[in-house]
């Protein structure tokens, strides 16, 4: 299983990053994959989930400026984040296991980490 993240950078605060991560190879028609995101000194904490059922969920800290949306037949995460703060700040991790919730710390042997993509919001 490999999973292909984009789409981060560096932009000013109240700007639009859309962040997109790719499966490929996941061998389970039920599944999910979940935007995490670990700032320096913080512990990871999940941001957006969607899973291959149509359902979502997402941190308080993002409702309302944050929408997640899941691609099933091309395998295909997207995170559209609008309004960034300075504290959306993060190393971004996209996740694929067989359930996910944004509560979520350690995945199943099913699940797989993506590599990250950094975010970094300036005032």
């Known amino acids: 299983v490999q999973l292909l993240e984009s789409g981060g950078g560096a932009v000013q605060a109240g700007e639009s990053l859309t962040l997109s991560c790719i499966a490929s190879?996941?061998?389970?028609?039920?599944?999910?994959m979940g935007w995490f995101r670990q700032a320096p000194g913080k512990e990871r904490e999940g941001v957006a989930v969607?899973?291959?059922?149509?359902?979502?969920s997402g941190a308080d800290s993002v409702k309302g400026r944050f929408a997640v949306s899941l691609d099933s037949a091309k395998n295909t995460l997207d995170l559209r984040m609008n309004s960034l703060e300075p504290e959306d700040t993060a190393m971004y991790y996209c996740?694929?296991?067989?359930?996910?919730?944004?509560?979520?710390?350690?995945?199943?042997?099913?699940?797989?980490w993506g590599q990250g993509t950094q975010v970094t919001v300036s005032s």
């Open positions: 996740a694929v296991d067989v359930w996910l919730g944004v509560g979520t710390m350690t995945l199943t042997a099913a699940g797989t």
């Open positions: 190879g996941y061998p389970y028609s039920t599944y999910c």
């Open positions: 969607a899973c291959s059922d149509t359902t979502t």
